[in-house]
């Protein structure tokens, strides 16, 4: 059991260490108690189980290691997009592409419709009962787009594993 409690009891003394002004050895171990202590109450009473805050957790990391896969799937986006730009001759081949989500939820497909839409070179022009339509400025720009990194990421998240 001993193993499981140690995030809600970190999170508090870490908010106990900001309200003071300063780090004192009683400062840590009364703050110590007390985040255990309110811990234990909040597990209790308030009904937050191990497993729930372990839930929460997993998905708060995942959200933010979405975020950094985001920020490279847009610079990478970027760079393709100039090379395009900066090419001798302009040749592309702008298409709408026509998919059917994997993801449930209504929030994570409205994710992965931004997502898309953040990525240069990629516009969501319809989202409709899970059904996607992209434009992609050139055809090799919306490869595979149904079985993106976002749409992985985003399912992880929304299935919790």
Known sequence: MWEEVRQLPVLFFLFWLMLNARVTMEIIV???????????????????????????????????????????????????????????????????????????????QVALANSITLTPGT?????????FGVHAIDAPVGENIEDSVFVHRIKKIEGGH
Do not use: C, H
Not at 124 to 131: A, I, N, S, Y
């Open 30 to 108: 009364v703050g110590i108690v007390i985040s255990v202590l309110i811990s234990v109450l909040s597990y209790r009473f308030i009904g937050i189980s191990f497993s729930t805050e372990r839930k929460v957790w997993f998905k708060i990391f995942s959200v933010i290691g979405y975020l950094f896969v985001l920020l490279f799937e847009v610079i990478k986006a970027n760079v393709q997009m100039i090379k395009l730009v900066l090419a001798p001759v302009i040749d592309i081949k702008p298409q709408i592409i026509y998919f059917d989500s994997p993801l449930r939820s209504e929030i994570a």
């Open 123 to 131: 516009i969501t022009v319809k989202l409709e009962d899970g059904k």
